[in-house]
């Protein structure tokens, strides 16, 4: 082989070893960065992967939240209108946040089953729901014999 063609072919070979190395890092980063979205239902259903980070969103359900002595400790229900996941999330609420209101949290189950939350945000207004809620919302009511609502 003449040392113009094998300078050309190793020039090609680093190109395709450094886009190979670049599409691995991407695709790492994504793997690391991606919050899978889960109901109440399928929370305790056991559909959650174990110490996974997720989303989990519901309504509060109606005197479930408990605010700890210190203050920033808050602790309630998250259901779909089908099962209920005890939640506890320790910072500043949002000023949405209330019983009956849709929420939607990210954080991981503790080995209790309940869901340490890392934020907590609530709907914008009366008219908006996150899409994966209001689905969770009806899928739940369907399978537990509940009327469904229907979300704008």
Request: hydrophobic content about 40%; charged content about 25%.
């Amino acid at each position: 082989m003449n040392p113009k063609r094998r300078q050309k072919l190793m020039l090609v070979c680093l190109m395709v070893l450094g886009v190979g190395a670049a599409a691995a890092l991407i695709l790492n980063a994504f793997k690391n960065s991606i919050q899978l979205f889960y109901s109440p239902t399928e929370v305790v259903e056991g559909k959650v992967p174990e110490g996974a980070e997720f989303k989990i969103g519901g309504l509060v359900a109606a005197n479930s939240v408990v605010r700890a002595e210190d203050g920033i400790t808050v602790q309630f229900e998250l259901t779909d209108n089908g099962e209920s996941v005890p939640v506890r999330y320790t910072g500043i609420l949002p000023d949405l946040f209330r019983e009956g209101q849709g929420t939607v949290s990210v954080g991981s189950l503790d080995k209790d089953g309940v869901f340490v939350a890392k934020k907590v945000l609530a709907k914008h207004d009366e008219n908006y729901m996150p899409p994966e809620v209001a689905d969770a919302l009806q899928k739940a009511g369907e399978k537990h014999g509940a009327t469904t609502v229907k979300f704008q």
